[in-house]
C-alpha cells in the first residue's frame, strides 16, 4: 500500500520503521496510526499546504516509532531514531533533520499548546496527529479502546481511568482543541462530541 509520501521511502528504511512500529505490539500507536496521519498530511497538502514537505512527512513516520506507555521520552527516542534512519538511509536527500527532530518532540506537548506556540506549519502537522480526535465515533472509541490496552500492562485500570479522564476533560475545556482553522472548522464540532461522550463514560 502506498503511503503517499512526497519522497521515495528506501526499503529497507520501511523495513527497519515499520520493525520499530511493531515493537512492543501497540493497540493503537502502531503503523496503521501512522497510515491515518499521512491520510491527514495528504489532505492538508491540498488545503494549506507545507512549506518542508519531506521533513513533514518523516517528523510523521517517526513521531510514534519508539513507544512505551507510560514512559516520558519515547518523543525524545523516536526524534533520535529518525535522525540515525535518516543518516543510514537518506544521506545526499538534503532534509533538514532539527526541524524533523523538533516537529517529533513537539508531540510530547498535545494538549498544553497554544496557536501562537508554534510556527503554523509545527501546528498543522500538530493538528494531523490530533485528528483522531474529530473522527467518526466508531473510530474514536476504537482509539480509546487501543490506549487503555496500550496502559493496562503498566498502569492500574483504576488510576487510568482518571488519568484518561483527567486528560479528555483537559481537551474538552480548552477554547481550541486544534491548533489551526483548517482542521479547527473541521473537527472541532465532532472532536468534542466525542470527547464528552468518552468522558461521560469513565465514571
Request: hydrophobic share 40%; with cysteine; charged share 25%.
Amino acid at each position: 500500500m502506498s503511503l503517499n509520501l512526497p519522497f521515495d521511502l528506501p526499503e529497507p528504511q520501511r523495513i527497519a520503521l515499520e520493525s520499530a512500529y511493531a515493537t512492543p505490539p501497540r493497540a493503537y500507536h502502531n503503523f496503521e496510526h501512522v497510515r491515518e496521519v499521512l491520510r491527514h498530511y495528504v489532505e492538508a497538502s491540498h488545503g494549506p499546504g507545507w512549506t518542508q514537505p519531506a521533513e513533514v512527512a518523516l517528523a510523521v513516520l517517526y513521531h510514534d516509532a519508539i513507544y512505551e506507555a507510560g514512559r516520558k521520552d519515547n518523543e525524545t527516542r523516536s526524534a533520535q531514531l529518525a535522525e540515525e534512519h535518516i543518516a543510514r538511509f537518506m544521506p545526499d536527500r538534503h532534509i533538514d533533520v532539527p526541524r524533523v527532530t523538533q516537529l517529533i518532540e513537539l508531540t510530547a506537548r498535545h494538549g498544553v499548546l497554544e496557536p501562537n506556540d508554534v510556527d503554523e506549519e509545527a501546528a498543522l502537522f500538530l493538528d494531523c496527529d490530533m485528528a483522531i480526535l474529530g473522527a467518526e465515533p466508531t473510530v474514536f472509541d476504537a482509539y480509546d479502546r487501543g490506549i487503555a490496552a496500550e496502559y493496562r500492562a503498566v498502569v492500574p485500570g483504576w488510576l487510568f481511568k482518571i488519568n484518561r479522564k483527567r486528560f479528555l476533560k483537559s481537551l474538552l475545556g480548552r477554547e481550541r482543541i486544534y491548533l489551526t482553522p483548517f482542521f479547527h472548522q473541521r473537527l472541532d464540532a465532532s472532536a468534542r462530541n466525542n470527547l464528552r461522550r468518552a468522558v461521560t463514560s469513565k465514571r
